[in-house]
């Protein structure tokens, strides 16, 4: 699986984006996906997940109600929009395939292989 994030940019606090990652391959449906972010100096965290059929979702607590995590199985993506941003969502912001469900949950990057390449979004104050 190979994974294309696209939708980053700068933007001003309070401002929305929307982040896509386009997947290649057949098997797209069957994966839970997840979006991750790591902003300079710091680890990688996890920001949202969806299962495969898209009818749960989950988030870090520092988005809840603010961004929403969607996919469209038809087009082979995943979607993160992002509203009301902050200028410590300012990061790099990655989608993951989570093949299967291992032992440490959704929220940790284990868990997730076939990474994308990664999009800059940067808030300003």
């Known amino acids: 699986v190979q994974l294309q994030a696209s939708g980053g940019g700068l933007v001003q606090a309070g401002a929305s984006l929307r982040l896509s990652c386009a997947a290649s391959g057949r098997t797209f449906s069957s994966y839970n996906m997840g979006w991750f972010r790591q902003a300079p100096g710091k680890e990688r965290e996890f920001v949202s997940a969806i299962t495969s059929a898209g009818s749960n979702t989950y988030y870090a607590d520092s988005v809840k109600g603010r961004f929403t995590i969607a996919r469209d199985n038809a087009k082979n993506t995943v979607y993160l929009q992002m509203n009301s941003l902050k200028p410590e969502d300012t990061a790099v912001y990655y989608c993951?395939?989570?093949?299967?469900?291992?032992?440490?949950?959704?929220?940790?990057?284990?868990?997730?292989?076939?990474w994308g390449q990664g999009t800059l979004v940067t808030v300003s104050s």
């Open positions: 993951a395939v989570r093949p299967i469900s291992g032992p440490y949950g959704y929220t940790n990057r284990d868990e997730y292989s076939f």
